[in-house]
C-alpha cells in the first residue's frame, strides 16, 4: 500500500480558509477578497483533535481549535475541508517566515 505523502488540507469557514500543514495552521485566507492575512492569531499556531487524513468529512459542523504560546484561537463552524491548489502553497507563512518569499 503507497504511503500518502500528503500533508496540507484546507478547512473552510464562512468567511476564512484556515490552511494546515499537519496540523499547524500555515495560511489564512478571507474567502471574499482572497486576501492572505498575514498576522492572523491562527498563523503558527497547532490544531486541537483534527481528523485524521482522509476523515476530513467528519469535520463538518466543528469548529477548529488552535493553541499556542499565551493565546487560543477557535473559528466559526467549518462548512468545508479540502485540499489546497497546488499554486496557494508558496503563500503560505511559514514560507515567508523562512525568507522564501516576500510579504
Keep these: 500500500m503507497p504511503i500518502n505523502r500528503r500533508r496540507h ?11 494546515l500543514r499537519l ?4 495560511g489564512v485566507r478571507d ?3 482572497g486576501a492572505w492575512h498575514r498576522h492572523h ?3 503558527r ?3 486541537i483533535q483534527i481528523p485524521p487524513m482522509g476523515h476530513d ?9 488552535f493553541w499556542g504560546a499565551g493565546q487560543d484561537v477557535v473559528t466559526s463552524p ?3 475541508v479540502g485540499r489546497p491548489d497546488r499554486d496557494v502553497l508558496p503563500r503560505y ?7 522564501t518569499i516576500a510579504a
Design 93 to 99: 507563512v511559514s514560507l515567508e517566515l523562512a525568507g
Design 41 to 43: 492569531a491562527a498563523l
Design 31 to 33: 474567502r471574499e477578497t
Design 78 to 80: 467549518v462548512v468545508e
Design 45 to 47: 499556531l497547532r490544531a
Design 57 to 65: 468529512h467528519c469535520w463538518i459542523g466543528k469548529r477548529l481549535q
Design 23 to 26: 496540523d499547524e495552521c500555515v
Design 9 to 19: 488540507r484546507m478547512f473552510v469557514t464562512n468567511n476564512t480558509e484556515y490552511h
